[in-house]
């Protein structure tokens, strides 16, 4: 994903939101505070607006994608 994102721009905290993308929701030993300590604010808001919820069902996560 960050490869391609960075055909796209060369705004360096896009692309590492591109390459984190899924860390929260398989990474349970990686927390939000240490992503924002490591790469900022900006960069968790996008990792964690690319999260899905776990909790929820297959067809509810992907029924929020839809919705984006």
């Known amino acids: 994903m960050a490869k ?4 796209m721009t060369d705004d ?3 692309i590492s939101a591109a390459l984190l993308h899924d860390t929260l929701e ?3 030993q ?3 505070e240490q992503i924002k300590e ?3 604010e900006r960069v ?3 990792v964690r607006q690319e999260s899905e919820d776990k909790s929820k069902t297959w ?7 839809s919705d984006i």
């Open 12 to 14: 360096e905290e896009m």
């Open 4 to 7: 391609i994102v960075s055909t």
């Open 38 to 40: 490591a790469f900022g």
């Open 30 to 32: 990686v927390t939000k």
């Open 44 to 46: 968790l808001e996008m």
């Open 59 to 65: 067809v509810e996560r992907k029924v929020r994608q």
């Open 26 to 28: 398989d990474c349970r």
